[in-house]
């Protein structure tokens, strides 16, 4: 194991109480359980319940503003990489994760060509200071970024009109819940996969948690 990976990992079984930089998305890390409260239902409605405001946005708004949360994250795990963060099979992980949020902005950026609405720009980012030269607070950061999209997928998903666009929506989504459980293994978060269903968010909370990393509007 090198020096970076044991030095990471030790600090990962110390740091029980992580610090937490985006505050303004506290609660996108928990667990929405249905145990005993209504099964299936209690998800269908949270998704009804919260996509209310994607529904303005239309097929191509959504699509733009799933551009730039998936390079939000495909530029911070590249960073991350650049920064030496990461060695052997770390770093092939964060490395694949990164290669799936490109891989997804360069597909919802052909899809708008189809629609002939306009790629948005990439924002100017800005991550919190020492997130690439802190190995805990990166994968602290990554393990609220990644719930942030899910959440967001899963709301903006019934308010989608095409049939295409959502079965891409939820291929999508699916990849992003795989991420968020590798970095909860990298975390050392046991079990690593321990969401039973997860949260649907509205945008006004996805906006509020994503804005101060330079995504307005």
């Given at each position: 194991?090198?020096?970076?990976?044991?030095?990471?990992?030790?600090?990962?079984?110390?740091?029980?109480?992580?610090?937490?930089?985006?505050?303004?998305?506290?609660?996108?890390?928990?667990?929405?359980?249905?145990?005993?409260?209504?099964?299936?239902?209690?998800?269908?409605?949270?998704?009804?319940?919260?996509?209310?405001?994607?529904?303005?946005?239309?097929?191509?708004?959504?699509?733009?503003?799933?551009?730039?949360?998936?390079?939000?994250?495909?530029?911070?795990?590249?960073?991350?990489?650049?920064?030496?963060?990461?060695?052997?099979?770390?770093?092939?992980?964060?490395?694949?994760?990164?290669?799936?949020?490109?891989?997804?902005?360069?597909?919802?950026?052909?899809?708008?060509?189809?629609?002939?609405?306009?790629?948005?720009?990439?924002?100017?980012?800005?991550?919190?200071?020492?997130?690439?030269?802190?190995?805990v607070a990166f994968l602290e950061l990554a393990a609220t970024f990644e719930p942030v999209g899910i959440g967001a997928y899963?709301?903006?998903?019934?308010?989608?009109e095409s049939k295409d666009i959502l079965a891409a929506a939820i291929s999508i989504h699916n990849a992003e819940c795989q991420h968020r459980c590798a970095i909860n293994?990298?975390?050392?978060?046991?079990?690593?996969?321990?969401?039973?269903?997860?949260?649907?968010?509205?945008?006004?909370?996805?906006?509020?948690?994503?804005?101060?990393?330079?995504?307005?509007?």
């Amino acid at each position: 194991m090198s020096g970076v990976e044991s030095r990471g990992l030790i600090a990962f079984d110390q740091e029980t109480s992580r610090r937490s930089f985006l505050k303004t998305a506290a609660w996108a890390g928990a667990a929405l359980s249905a145990a005993g409260i209504g099964g299936f239902g209690v998800a269908v409605k949270q998704a009804h319940a919260t996509h209310e405001g994607y529904v303005p946005l239309g097929d191509a708004g959504i699509l733009q503003f799933a551009y730039q949360l998936e390079q939000l994250e495909g530029i911070f795990y590249d960073e991350g990489l650049n920064a030496g963060l990461f060695a052997d099979a770390f770093a092939d992980q964060v490395a694949a994760i990164r290669d799936h949020e490109f891989a997804h902005a360069e597909a919802i950026a052909a899809t708008l060509g189809d629609l002939g609405a306009e790629v948005p720009a990439v924002p100017e980012f800005t991550y919190p200071d020492g997130v690439f030269t802190d190995v805990v607070a990166f994968l602290e950061l990554a393990a609220t970024f990644e719930p942030v999209g899910i959440g967001a997928y899963q709301s903006a998903a019934v308010a989608l009109e095409s049939k295409d666009i959502l079965a891409a929506a939820i291929s999508i989504h699916n990849a992003e819940c795989q991420h968020r459980c590798a970095i909860n293994i990298m975390n050392l978060v046991v079990p690593p996969n321990n969401i039973a269903f997860e949260e649907a968010l509205p945008l006004a909370a996805v906006q509020d948690a994503v804005a101060p990393f330079g995504i307005t509007g």
